[in-house]
């Protein structure tokens, strides 16, 4: 089974910080695609950042990057300068080839709290 | 607005009774995924259509549960004599294989269903 571990179940970050999420995922499929999710409170799912798994170069979205270490099955994602409308759910979610459909395989989350 | 849509927002149900719901994918996207979100954790993918063909079906889909696709436009996903266990948000998904967003899934506000 393909499983994806957030190992921090909460995180805190004052306004203006840098915070980052971790996220590591186990597979044996090399073609696949790496997505970073957003759930606020009672809101729907918002995409923050991809990327994909052939590509080298960490992905980066404004102010949100990724750390992608493909050796080691790893994708951080990087919220620099936190603003109040960061805080939510935040979901590490590959999507692999398998039979054709690119599922998303969604971690259990991190909850972000912004601190004003 | 050219979303995802999803109806009903919010379905209580009496356990026994079937219930249906209703996913609308953006225009031009031609796969569709269902997703079943219970509290505190990520999303669980259900199943998934290319066009009016569907594909791949998870194990957590029981046979009481039913989807269709007709003409590969909107879905609905039904679920015949619910049980309290069937309590949890459904997300509906769509995206495209063409594009600068191929791959990258479009999720709606879902559908919360609470089975009394």
């Known amino acids: 089974a393909q499983t994806v571990t957030q190992s921090q179940p909460e995180m805190s970050v004052q306004e203006a910080e840098t915070v980052t999420l971790s996220c590591t995922y186990d597979t044996s499929e090399s073609d696949y695609y790496l997505f970073w999710y957003k759930q606020p409170p009672s809101r729907q799912m918002i995409l923050v950042i991809r990327?994909?798994?052939?590509?080298?170069q960490n992905a980066t979205e404004n102010r949100f990057s990724v750390n992608f270490q493909k050796a080691a099955k790893s994708f951080s994602l990087k919220i620099s300068d936190s603003q109040l409308g960061d805080a939510a759910m935040y979901f590490c979610?590959?999507?692999?080839?398998?039979?054709?459909?690119?599922?998303?395989?969604f971690g259990k989350g991190t909850k972000l709290s912004v601190i004003p | 607005d050219t979303g995802v849509s999803q109806d009903p927002r919010h379905k209580i149900t009496k356990r026994g009774q079937n219930v249906t719901f209703r996913c609308d994918p953006i225009s031009e996207h031609n796969r569709l995924y269902w997703y079943r979100q219970t509290l505190g954790q990520g999303p669980e993918f259900l199943t998934y259509f290319q066009n009016e063909a569907q594909l791949e079906k998870s194990r957590l889909l029981s046979d009481r549960f039913s989807a269709e696709r007709p003409k590969g436009s909107f879905s609905t996903l039904e679920i015949q004599r619910t049980e309290q266990g069937d309590s949890a948000m459904y997300l509906c998904?769509?995206?495209?294989?063409?594009?600068?967003?191929?791959?990258?899934?479009?999720f709606g506000p879902g559908t919360r269903l609470t089975v009394l």
């Open positions: 998904a769509s995206s495209t294989r063409q594009g600068p967003l191929y791959n990258e899934q479009f």
């Open positions: 979610a590959p999507s692999y080839s398998g039979a054709g459909s690119y599922q998303l395989t």
């Open positions: 990327q994909e798994a052939y590509k080298q």
